[in-house]
């Protein structure tokens, strides 16, 4: 991934193509109950990115055969609109969604309380609307807090961010443009409370200090971004609780 000659990622005071600093997250925003028909949802606004997050069940997993009598299995569906990105997407699965639909829902079975629904599944589907680089982490933020709008319990919220190498330096929370044409790319999503790793993937090449700052710098942002999580859901209930009165 080189950068464009007539592109300039990080400017000569320090700030970067969008006029964040280093370690900067873009605007984040998480709204619950969007969907009437789910049994939870959430809708996350990150950067340019716009994702809508469906949970349905637990429910009877079917077909039978795909059943396990220990626990429920987790199914996620991740799309991305076919006008979701400036040269239309071809509509139906390919090779990169049918793999981020693989790690997500391996993510969200570490965090949900599976063993309490032998032969059951929990149906995820994230669909991006609009994407602006982040996507699978973003969708896993908004999905995370789907799950607990449905009332499943969970072991622990999931919550992501991504960082990354543009122009020699790490940085936070990529976007489009630093995604595009930086050196490295590394998502990661990790359980709130207990910091394990439940995501990690890499494109591009860093060294040993580089990834240990990058890391450093998602791990502090993840404690900014698992407090959107709650205060989304917060404000569903207290919502909630108004509407009954």
């Not at 429910?59 to 400036?86: G, L, W």
């Not at 971004?225 to 207290?238: G, P």
Request: aromatic fraction near 4%.
């Amino acid at each position: 991934m080189g950068t464009e000659s007539d592109i300039k990622l990080i400017n000569e005071d320090g700030t970067r193509i969008d006029g964040r600093t280093a370690e900067e997250l873009r605007p984040i925003k998480i709204e619950t109950n969007v969907l009437n028909r789910a049994d939870g949802s959430a809708l996350i606004e990150w950067g340019g990115n716009k994702i809508l997050a469906a949970v349905y069940g637990p429910r009877e997993a079917y077909p039978k055969h795909t059943q396990d009598i220990n626990r429920a299995i987790v199914k996620c569906k991740y799309n991305m609109a076919a006008f979701s990105v400036d040269e239309r997407k071809r509509p139906g699965p390919d090779r990169r969604s049918i793999e981020i639909s693989k790690v997500v829902s391996e993510a969200l079975t570490a965090a949900i309380m599976v063993e309490k629904f032998p032969r059951a599944q929990v149906d995820v589907f994230i669909e991006v609307l609009q994407a602006d680089a982040g996507t699978r982490i973003a969708g896993l933020t908004a999905a995370s807090v789907a799950v607990a709008a449905a009332g499943i319990p969970m072991r622990d919220f999931v919550v992501g961010c991504t960082a990354g190498k543009v122009e020699g330096k790490i940085v936070l929370d990529l976007c489009k443009e630093e995604d595009n044409f930086g050196e490295a790319d590394l998502p990661v999503a990790v359980m709130s409370n207990s910091g394990k790793v439940v995501l990690m993937q890499m494109d591009g090449s860093l060294s040993l200090d580089e990834f240990n700052q990058a890391t450093e710098m998602i791990v502090r942002a993840t404690k900014v971004i698992n407090q959107i999580q709650r205060d989304a859901l917060s404000a569903k209930y207290a919502a909630s609780m108004e509407g009954g009165e």
